[in-house]
């Protein structure tokens, strides 16, 4: 028989004189395969490390990074205003974050954070088996510190590349910063949705609150967010964002971060969200005015990321009153003019289907009821009588009596829009019609009580100076949302007779007086440098009065006396005189420029009316006091640039004849001030620009009303009628809790009585006669008011 076999188990193998055992081979030569593969992956490794680290930035940039922040804007009393910028972020230190927020984050994002060394492979695991699981990814292995890395390092790009980039970036971010500080990186530079980076930035959008003062309930919401910040917005989403907020404070609870009374009372919370807001703007073409003074001296970017601290001159209560003054008058000064029609006509009866969806979306309502007293709405009128007209609203019916658009008529702007009324409802509306309404309260029958509206065609500039050159309001039209064209500072417009306080100044440096006389009576003029054959001017009274002084010229308005001043001054001299005032606007070299044929911006024209304020001083306006950068450091003073542009008397002689123009001219209404003003108006040919430029001691305001379109305003729409109006509301609601006081004096300029007739100095006893103001060098004389220096020239 054959020899049997030996067992497997038992086969020895001879090397040299040594017998080696089977086994030990295998484990030997797995040794070695573990030995090479460890090798291997050591030299993978290092070639991966080395090959995808030759681009990355270094980390330690961090120390000294800075992330966009907020620009704010502050009034005159460091009240905010507005913001400008990219990312609404708001730095805060860690020690202001609340526990439960840290807890919060660490549940839903990185649980093992304090454990990790910027990957946590357990997580990516994890991830991984769900994923497959799934067949889809559901769930993310990355913790907070390579989140980090990715915002602030790496594009969104999702590739293996990426994440090994991200690996290692996480690591090096690990070895060179602590977990507070990554920690608090994260936190303010995460984005949260709603436009809020950072968990500052978002307490105060969801909850009006800073980030320290947010209960567990509110931690929890926002530490969810940043997964999917539009998929778990409160706002849009909150059933999504409940879910989730809901799973936060769950794995808080399972981690032991909270105990089982804190998790169920915040699982059963509500949301107590403060509401959708615009952006910050309390003055808008202030703000944009500030905005480009910013951009042009530090560019955007300083502007939009570097969190400067903007103290500005406007005074808040004064901006409001001013927008008020603009709004409200121009509304009035529509009416005169006419109703436009219908913003629409539809087909839509109050029984139709869809109808109050229609008008919902119209007033853009959005679930919210805004019917309340002083809204103003879309309408649709369902019918309309003798007497009154009947208006859907949506949410409610209204009713318009007569007396309420009594104003309806259709415009013509060669009648006085005053005296013109219609006496039925049918004249101006139709049932199908959608029309502007104001809510002005509720009828004894339970509907509202309505009157008609519209939004105003003519727009208004208006700008006020203190005697420091300080900007305390801004207007720049109706309304910025609809027009953001800045009428205050970039309208190019013809003054009119606004700019006769000029021509009147300089004659007084040339040695006329008050006094003065000149002949209004007709002329014509030939010379060339009019650019037509023949100019006979008027009085806007179309009539001349004779000899007159000047004071009562300038009071009245007179045409005819300022083109013979500004002959006899000389045009070029003129212009060369403007400079002085400020005016850089081209100006015309022709006579017509003594009745403000040449266009101005107000802001030009309000800061030459200051000068007569100041006693002939300057102060180009000024409308940021100083700028700090995100550290607190001044970087921006404002250095006022004073300079002498008349002298004192001069000054002086010139206010005092414009306090003529109130208590005696076409400035007449700002009497109702009921305190000293300075002013003079302003009206162009057809009733296409409106002004009045007037002062007190306190401020210089300006306000100009027209169309941007040079389009008339309406008949005897003038300046006096117009602008007067706004101007006065403005002065009366910003000076209410300003005691009266006089103009000052200088010792340049005296009170000398004059016969008014004559423009004389006035004997003893002279019946009629009165104060007036001069130069101290060029008092009156007994020639007529002539000064020694005018003697012997016909005007």
């Known amino acids: 028989m054959p020899p049997k076999p030996k067992d497997a188990r038992q086969v020895t193998f001879r090397k040299g004189k040594k017998t080696v055992k089977p086994g030990k081979v295998l484990w030997w030569s797995v040794f070695?395969?573990?030995?090479?593969?460890?090798?291997?992956?050591?030299?993978?490794?290092?070639?991966?490390?080395?090959?995808?680290?030759?681009?990355?930035?270094?980390?330690?940039r961090l120390r000294t990074y800075q992330p966009a922040t907020i620009t704010r804007v502050y009034s005159d009393s460091d009240e905010l205003i507005a913001e400008f910028f990219v990312e609404k972020r708001t730095i805060v230190s860690v020690d202001k974050f609340p526990k439960h927020l840290i807890q919060a984050t660490l549940a839903v994002e990185d649980s093992n954070f304090n454990s990790h060394y910027g990957i946590d492979p357990k997580a990516i695991f994890r991830a991984l088996i769900t994923n497959v699981k799934a067949g889809r990814v559901v769930e993310g292995g990355s913790t907070i510190t390579q989140q980090l890395a990715k915002t602030l390092f790496l594009s969104p790009a999702r590739n293996l590349e990426r994440k090994i980039k991200e690996a290692i970036l996480s690591i090096r971010l690990e070895m060179i910063f602590t977990k507070d500080e990554i920690l608090g990186f994260y936190l303010n530079q995460i984005y949260y949705g709603h436009g809020s980076y950072g968990v500052e930035a978002a307490a105060q959008t969801y909850f009006g609150k800073?980030?320290?003062?947010?209960?567990?309930?509110?931690?929890?919401?926002?530490?969810?967010?940043?997964?999917?910040?539009?998929?778990?917005?409160?706002?849009?989403?909150?059933?999504?964002?409940?879910?989730?907020?809901?799973?936060?404070v769950r794995r808080m609870a399972t981690l032991n971060f909270i105990n089982e009374e804190e998790a169920v009372r915040a699982l059963q919370s509500k949301f107590n969200l403060r509401g959708i807001r615009d952006p910050l703007n309390k003055a808008p073409y202030f703000v944009e005015h500030i905005r480009q003074f910013i951009q042009e001296k530090y560019g955007a970017t300083k502007l939009y990321r570097h969190g400067l601290n903007v103290y500005t001159t406007l005074n808040l209560d004064m901006q409001n009153s001013a927008r008020a003054a603009v709004q409200?008058?121009?509304?009035?000064?529509?009416?005169?003019?006419?109703?436009?029609?219908?913003?629409?006509?539809?087909?839509?009866?109050a029984s139709s289907p869809?109808?109050?969806?229609?008008?919902?979306?119209?007033?853009?309502?959005?679930?919210?009821n805004r019917l309340m007293e002083g809204a103003v709405l879309k309408g649709l009128v369902t019918s309309v009588d003798d007497a009154q007209v009947w208006v859907h609203l949506g949410n409610g019916q209204g009713i318009i009596d007569l007396k309420d658009m009594s104003w309806a008529k259709k415009p013509n702007v060669k009648t006085d829009g005053r005296w013109r009324k219609i006496n039925n409802p049918n004249m101006a509306v139709t049932a199908g019609d959608v029309i502007l309404v104001r809510i002005k309260g509720v009828r004894e029958e339970g509907y509202w009580s309505l009157a008609l509206e519209q939004d105003p065609e003519a727009?208004?500039?208006?700008?006020?100076?203190?005697?420091?050159?300080?900007?305390?309001?801004?207007?720049?039209?109706?309304?910025?949302?609809?027009?953001?064209?800045?009428?205050?500072?970039?309208?190019?417009?013809?003054?009119?007779?606004?700019?006769?306080?000029?021509v009147f100044a300089a004659a007084i440096s040339e040695g006329f007086t008050p006094a003065s006389i000149i002949m209004d009576s007709p002329v014509i003029f030939k010379e060339r440098e009019q650019n037509f054959d023949k100019w006979k001017p008027v009085n806007f009274e179309e009539k001349f009065y004779g000899p007159t002084l000047l004071r009562t010229a300038l009071a009245h308005s007179r045409n005819v006396v300022s083109i013979k001043l500004l002959q006899n001054i000389g045009v070029n001299k003129l212009v060369a005189f403007t400079r002085k005032f400020g005016i850089r606007s081209p100006l015309s070299k022709n006579l017509s420029i003594a009745l403000g044929s040449s266009g101005l911006t107000l802001y030009e024209l309000t800061s030459a009316y200051s000068i007569f304020a100041n006693l002939g001083k300057r102060t180009e306006p000024i409308a940021v006091r100083y700028i700090n950068d995100r550290d607190g450091k001044v970087i921006y003073t404002a250095q006022p640039k004073v300079t002498e542009a008349l002298p004192a008397g001069v000054a002086k002689v010139v206010s005092s004849m414009l306090e003529s123009v109130v208590q005696e001219g076409t400035g007449a209404k700002a009497k109702a001030l009921k305190r000293p003003v300075a002013a003079k108006t302003g009206t162009t040919n057809n009733f296409i620009d409106a002004w009045f430029m007037g002062f007190t001691p306190e401020l210089t305001t300006g306000v100009w009303v027209g169309k941007d379109k040079d389009e008339s305003l309406g008949y005897n729409e003038t300046g006096s009628r117009a602008a007067i109006p706004i101007w006065l509301q403005f002065m009366k609601e910003s000076l209410k809790d300003a005691p009266a006081v006089n103009f000052p004096t200088t010792p340049e300029s005296v009170h000398i009585k004059i016969d008014p007739e004559t423009g004389s100095l006035a004997g003893f006893g002279k019946p009629g006669a009165r104060f007036d103001v001069f130069l101290i060098d060029n008092p009156p004389k007994k020639n007529n008011g002539v000064s020694p220096r005018l003697a012997g020239k016909n005007f």
Not at 331 to 338: C, H, S
Not at 355 to 365: G, H, Q, V, Y
């Open 459 to 502: 727009q208004a500039g208006l700008l006020s100076l203190d005697p420091q050159g300080h900007i305390k309001a801004m207007i720049g039209g109706y309304d910025f949302s609809k027009s953001q064209f800045n009428r205050a500072v970039q309208a190019v417009r013809q003054p009119g007779s606004a700019f006769k306080p000029i």
């Open 354 to 368: 869809g109808l109050i969806s229609f008008l919902s979306t119209l007033n853009d309502f959005e679930g919210e």
């Open 328 to 349: 409200d008058n121009l509304k009035t000064l529509d009416k005169r003019y006419g109703y436009r029609g219908p913003l629409e006509h539809v087909d839509f009866q």
């Open 210 to 248: 800073h980030v320290q003062d947010m209960t567990l309930e509110e931690c929890a919401m926002i530490a969810g967010l940043p997964k999917a910040p539009n998929n778990y917005s409160p706002y849009r989403y909150p059933e999504k964002a409940k879910i989730r907020r809901n799973h936060s």
């Open 32 to 60: 070695v395969v573990f030995l090479f593969t460890v090798l291997a992956g050591f030299i993978g490794a290092g070639y991966i490390y080395f090959e995808y680290s030759k681009d990355l930035p270094d980390v330690r």
